[in-house]
Every structure is written in C-alpha cells, then in structure tokens.
C-alpha cells in the first residue's frame, strides 16, 4: 500500500497496473475509474453509486456486488488469466472515456443549457 500518490505521480502506477480494483461499499462517479480506463488499465469495480453508469459489466470492466469476497476474488482471477478479456475491456474503456457523455465541453455545455433553460422558465 502506498498511501496517498500525487497527481504527477499516480500515472505511473497507473502504467504499472495490470488490473485496478476499486471495491467501494457506497461511491459516487469516481475519478479513479476513469483514470485507470483512461491509462488502458482494466476496471473492476462493485456495482454502487455512479460506476454502473461508467463501467459496463463484461463490456468494459466487470461488475461485482459489494461485500462479496468470493466474487471479488473470482472475478480478480478471471481478468489475471485472460489476456484476451483484458484486451477487449481497455479496448471498450476507450470508447467509453472518448464517449460524448463523458467529454468535458459536452458537460459544460449541458450544464450551461440547464441553467438557461432554468432562467427561461423562472
């Protein structure tokens, strides 16, 4: 365990990873999955908060329930021993990071839309 990493540094580990595993009992969208999609690191993840709406289950990464060690430790080994899985999961992350839903301007713009929208209707 390393502890805290720095934003300069946490790339490297990122490029060092084989497989980033985020096993959150509750999350938000966090940032650290998209980091690692984002450095073709493959995701595994539990299915709470916001990561259902990033990582899709055998798609992109894989979905586990929380509080399952026997899944987590299933699904771990499953993505160790398939170069192949890994592959199709960095490959679909890609897509997935360069989606227009997930793309800064087009959530600035959405987010600037709303806001007049709202001023429209008030």
């Known amino acids: ?15 060092i990873a084989d497989v980033f595993v985020l096993p959150s009992y509750t999350e938000g969208t966090p940032l650290s999955i998209l980091e690692a999609m984002a450095c073709g690191v493959p995701v595994l993840a539990t299915n709470v ?7 899709k ?15 987590l430790k299933k699904s771990l080994k499953t993505l160790i021993n398939s170069e192949n ?18 793309n800064m301007e087009n ?4 987010l600037i839309k709303l806001y007049v929208d709202y001023e429209v209707y008030k």
């Open 49 to 55: 908060g916001g990561i259902p709406e990033i990582v």
């Open 107 to 110: 959530k600035i713009k959405i």
């Open 57 to 71: 289950n055998h798609m992109n990464g894989l979905l586990i329930f929380p509080k399952n060690e026997i899944e």
């Open 1 to 15: 365990m390393t502890g805290v990493i720095s934003n300069v540094e946490i790339h490297k580990y990122y490029q």
């Open 85 to 102: 899985l890994r592959r199709k999961f960095i490959s679909n992350a890609y897509e997935t990071i360069n989606n227009n839903s997930l």
